[in-house]
């Protein structure tokens, strides 16, 4: 700012009111101390700015790296969030990393608000945090009494995806799921509720296991030793799909000819060539869109009830998934 007050040959508090657009500077001084900001190339620190209004305008986001829909999710937060006016301060967990490692650390960045996929445990960090600043759970159903929810519907993309295998003919669909905290455990009953409502109760069956590749591939592994196999597998998630694919291939086991494959999420891996998975897609958009408002609420009314939010299902089909095979 001294800089520019020399260039414009102004005084720095002449070129501080024009940078915040106070009222006092005639119309020739703001022209020359603007002309004098852009040739030197000066941009208002924003940062500094807002500490001195008591403001950061920072978001954190807690996520796993390893999941390709919740980056996807918090790098559409990054341009829906500066859009308004904010930035997202990361917070991945990792083994080493706890949730409460995680709030903590954020906390201290002075955010305004958090954001959290699958909390995986009770976290004390976050509840606290939750009775201070707007916080949003994501991907889960979760009514903690303080915070906002925003969740796919589970029930309606596990009816889609049995609906779907059912009219090629599927009757033996089992599910590789039931892990990996709430959402894990969540998934698996709507994958029991849409069997039912199809008649096939009866049949469900699911395999224990969580969202990673090697979750799937356990789960082929299994299949594969059966005397009798399914015609259909369905998997909590994209990466454990890909996980079943792998296995599938390796043995020389056709998908969909011998057995259909379906993921969730839809993430960059179902749409790979090489993989082409049919899929439950989970809208991004309307994701970032529900949580940044849920934020923008609350910060308005930070005493308003919570609110739970569920973006819609849709079911994407690709070429993992055909008629059941002639037993």
Known sequence: MSDVAERAGVSRALVSM?????????????????????????????????????RTKLIGA????????????????????AELGYGIALGPT?????????????????????????????????????TRIPTVLLGEWNDTGTSDNVHID??????????????????DIVYVGGQAGKVGHDRALSYQRAMQKFGLAGQSEVISGAFSEEDGAAAAREILRRD??????????????????????????????????????????????????????????????????????RLEDFQRPPSSIATPATLVVRETTGPTPAR
Request: hydrophobic share 45%; with cysteine; net charge negative.
């Open 62 to 81: 807690i996520f796993w790296m390893g999941s390709p829909f919740q980056v996807r999710v918090v790098e559409r937060l990054f341009r829906k969030a």
């Open 154 to 171: 589970e029930d309606e993309g596990l009816r889609l995806v049995v609906e779907h295998l059912v009219s090629l003919g599927h009757r």
């Open 228 to 297: 009798r196999r399914p015609t259909a597998l369905i998997c909590a998630g994209d990466l454990s799909a890909v996980g079943a694919l792998s296995v599938f291939a390796r043995a020389g086991v056709s998908v969909p000819g011998s057995i259909s494959v379906v993921g969730f999420d839809d993430s960059y891996v179902a749409s790979l060539s090489y993989n082409q998975l049919t899929t439950v897609h989970q809208d991004v958009d309307a994701t970032a869109d529900a949580t940044l408002s849920a934020i923008l609420q």
């Open 18 to 54: 024009v940078m915040r657009d106070k009222p006092g500077p005639s119309q020739q001084s703001r022209e020359r101390i603007l002309a004098a900001a852009r040739e030197l190339g000066y941009r208002p620190n924003a940062s500094a700015r807002l500490l001195r209004r008591n």
């Open 94 to 130: 990792t083994p080493d990393r706890s949730t409460d490692d995680v709030v903590a650390q954020l906390i201290e960045e002075r955010v305004e608000a958090l954001v959290a996929f699958n909390l995986e445990s009770f976290s004390g960090e976050f509840l606290d945090a939750s």
